[in-house]
């Protein structure tokens, strides 16, 4: 009889996943910003907002042991763990058109969303 030995602490799935219209313009915000180290774009979950969670996204030079990190080509994507699994299979986009630019994120596991679109439970 053979064993084999599966390691259940790497993570084969992302997070999140970007279009490519949200990796274009991340790509160029962290270029704008001029940073001396490399960014990452953080995507956070958390707590408030009028139903329950708020989305949390900023630029982070750090990257925690337990992170979880895709990259979508030059592009790097940090997720804490808390996060990671609400925005599991949730996808970031950017438009730009006549009502506005701006980020959006369609995420499967929301039940529930408020009216400006940043709050979900």
């Known amino acids: 009889m053979s064993t084999t030995n ?21 790509a160029e915000l962290i270029s704008a910003a001029g940073a001396d180290e490399p960014l990452a774009l953080r995507v956070a979950v958390k707590s408030g907002g009028c139903s329950g969670f708020n989305y949390d996204m900023y630029f982070d030079s750090e990257v925690a042991d337990d992170d979880v990190v895709s990259a979508f080509g030059d592009v ?24 506005g630019a701006g980020f959006h994120i369609t995420n499967p ?12 439970s």
């Open 109 to 120: 596991n929301a039940t529930r969303t408020c009216g400006c679109g940043n709050s979900f």
């Open 6 to 26: 599966v390691n259940l602490t790497t993570k084969t799935t992302e997070a999140i996943t970007l279009t490519d219209a949200a990796v274009s313009k991340v």
């Open 76 to 99: 790097k994507v940090v997720v804490d763990p808390a996060s990671a699994e609400l925005l599991l299979g949730a996808s970031l986009d950017f438009t730009d058109g006549l009502q």
